[in-house]
């Protein structure tokens, strides 16, 4: 697009400060926010009145108060959305062109300057056959998009940082749990991929949303469409949409995409939170798994022993707002008639705000990921087929373990003639069974945590990712 600055931007933005009545025929010059070329927005309104037949139109009047101005004022956010906008303008003013509704030089003279007083006429004729309805709609849409792209990169980002520790600590072993209790030795790598395929579902949620909302609204004006000749096939095309959207009140009133893109931005949150809590509890002294290291841990004001995982902690504590942006923009939907309504005004910040907060998130978690270190000290450290059924094989592990109990001891610690006390279906070669290296090698099933199960796994992720190993 060039070097555009705000400045233009504040000029092609026409998000008016005062709601008027939908019309594909509104006064232009109403439409350009930041500096006005004629009449500030705020001293016109619509009035209704006929004389001789045919309408008066716009005409100035009181202003509204500053508390309603500063109440309903949006440019202080929507300002975020001026390169779409921008890239809206640029494309309706060349489909306008081509159709013959304006002129080539008009169109010339749109794209190159900012439309102040500075270029006069032609800038009136940019708002030709376009409402701040579907302009809002077209770049809310196309700013979405964008974001999703970013996202995507970011996610992959910390697969590859996940991966990467994965593949560092192949051999690393550690309790794995139910109910937070100790249940079955697993590797470390096969917990990390675990995180590696919930991104991968969180960013098949973002393609999918991302085709969904790839639709144009642009041309559908206020709610009805417009008796001009414009192409909005052109148009969608020229922005990298799919294609127009189908019908016209659909195009300015659906969100659908909004809340689909905040859902998504609110399951990754989740995932990132699950993630942010066993990082703090492995770096907990009582499991001693993880040591983070300073680039990326704080200390205590009056306990000089103490290296706290904050990232990863407030990881887990902005999920909160992530969700709650998405409740925000639920309840606002709730019950809306069609077409347009100023409520719409209200799902731009909690959008902002939840694609900011989860960019945050999954750039500290890998991050954290890149700075970690596994204390295989701290991680501590049971199958045999004899043809006895699982539940009598239970029983007997049960005891054995109770006797290992009593006497602080392991598993392995225990003589052959003490395991046939409490069954005979012991042989020498349960020692090739007990410890935590010969449990994990044991499991075979696919998916499971044995060494070459995870293997598998690394390989696919590795050639998916395109890691380079070397």
């Known amino acids: 697009m060039g070097p555009l600055d705000l400045s233009l931007s504040q000029s092609f933005l026409f998000f008016s400060r005062r709601s008027y009545p939908p019309s594909s025929t509104q006064p232009p010059l109403l439409c350009l926010l930041g500096k006005q070329v004629t009449v500030p927005a705020s001293t016109l309104a619509f009035n209704e009145q006929r004389q001789g037949g045919e309408a008066v139109g716009w005409k100035v009047q009181e202003?509204?108060?500053?508390?309603?101005?500063?109440?309903?004022?949006?440019?202080?956010?929507?300002k975020v959305l001026y390169k779409q906008d921008i890239m809206g303008s640029k494309a309706h003013a060349t489909m306008l062109a081509h159709q013959g509704l304006i002129t080539d030089g008009d169109r010339d003279i749109i794209l190159r300057a900012a439309l102040?007083?500075?270029?006069?006429?032609?800038?009136?004729?940019?708002?030709?056959?376009?409402?701040?309805?579907?302009?809002?709609?077209?770049?809310?849409?196309l700013w979405c998009r964008d974001a999703i792209d970013t996202i995507l990169v970011?996610?992959?980002?910390?697969?590859?940082?996940?991966?990467?520790?994965?593949?560092?600590?192949?051999?690393?072993?550690?309790?794995?749990?139910?109910h937070l209790q100790r249940a079955q030795p697993v590797l470390l790598p096969h917990v990390l991929l675990t995180y590696v395929e919930q991104l991968e579902r969180d960013a098949g949620r973002y393609v999918y949303c991302r085709e969904r909302l790839n639709f144009c609204p642009l041309g559908a004006c206020a709610l009805a469409g417009t008796g001009l000749p414009i192409d909005r096939f052109m148009t969608a095309t020229a922005l990298g949409f799919t294609q127009p959207m189908r019908n016209s009140i659909d195009a300015v009133s659906d969100r659908d995409f909004v809340l689909e893109?905040?859902?998504a931005n609110s399951n990754t949150a989740i995932h990132l939170s699950r993630l942010g809590e066993e990082w703090v509890l492995w770096a907990s002294e009582e499991f001693g798994f993880m040591t983070p290291s300073d680039s990326v841990s704080t200390g205590s004001s009056i306990?000089?022993?103490?290296?706290?995982?904050?990232?990863?902690?407030?990881?887990?504590?902005?999920?909160?707002?992530?969700?709650?942006?998405?409740?925000?923009?639920?309840?606002?939907?709730?019950?809306?008639?069609?077409?347009?309504?100023?409520?719409?005004?209200?799902?731009?910040?909690?959008?902002?705000d939840s694609t900011k907060t989860i960019m945050g998130m999954v750039d500290v978690a890998a991050e954290f990921a890149h700075n970690v270190t596994f204390n295989q000290d701290r991680i501590k450290k049971t199958r045999s087929n004899k043809g006895m059924p699982f539940r009598s094989s239970h029983d007997v592990v049960g005891k054995l373990v109770g006797v290992c109990v009593s006497r602080g001891c392991e598993l392995q610690n225990l003589s052959l003639e003490e395991m046939k006390k409490l069954s005979p279906v012991f042989e020498e070669d349960v020692f090739g069974f007990l410890g935590v290296g010969n449990s994990v090698n044991k499991f075979s099933s696919y998916g499971s945590t044995g060494s070459n199960c995870v293997a598998e796994q690394l390989g696919y992720w590795v050639n998916k990712l395109k890691i380079t190993t070397t």
């Open 63 to 78: 202003s509204v108060t500053e508390k309603v101005e500063k109440f309903t004022e949006s440019i202080s956010f929507d």
């Open 116 to 141: 102040t007083d500075l270029i006069g006429d032609p800038s009136k004729k940019l708002h030709t056959a376009r409402s701040r309805n579907d302009q809002v709609a077209t770049d809310f849409r």
């Open 154 to 178: 970011k996610i992959k980002h910390l697969q590859t940082a996940l991966l990467h520790l994965a593949l560092n600590n192949q051999a690393l072993i550690l309790p794995g749990y139910t």
């Open 261 to 263: 893109f905040l859902y």
């Open 303 to 352: 306990m000089p022993q103490k290296k706290n995982p904050d990232p990863m902690e407030l990881v887990r504590g902005k999920s909160a707002r992530v969700i709650g942006d998405l409740v925000t923009v639920l309840t606002l939907c709730k019950g809306l008639p069609l077409a347009y309504n100023r409520d719409f005004q209200e799902d731009k910040e909690p959008m902002f």
